[in-house]
């Protein structure tokens, strides 16, 4: 059943990254955000200072959505699971 579920939520995402693949990909810019804020914060130029600034706020705004979208994948993933799992009027009338 569990390769039913997955082709399942595969078909579903329409090769779009699966949760787990999202969280490593939020892991990883996450890292990068960490970089860039070292780098900013030892940055003696002004203009350094900006450019770190700059790069440190697209990454936070690609976590921001890659958060958004976990959040979605994770309920997707989660509604097929219950709906393949979820027993038919026939099973309960069986019991």
Do not use: C, H, Y
């Not at 690609?62 to 219950?82: D, G, H, M, P």
Request: proline share 3%; hydrophobic share 35%.
């Amino acid at each position: 059943m569990s390769d039913e579920v997955e082709q399942a939520i595969e078909e579903v995402l329409q090769g779009k990254p699966r949760a787990r693949e999202l969280e490593m990909m939020i892991s990883a810019l996450e890292i990068r955000r960490n970089t860039f804020q070292r780098e900013r914060d030892s940055a003696e130029d002004p203009e350094d200072r900006k450019g770190w600034e700059s790069k440190l706020q697209e990454t936070e705004s690609q976590i921001a959505t890659l958060r958004e979208e976990l959040a979605i994948t994770e309920f997707v993933e989660n509604s097929v699971r219950v709906t393949i799992n979820k027993p038919s009027l026939d099973d309960l009338n069986e019991g």
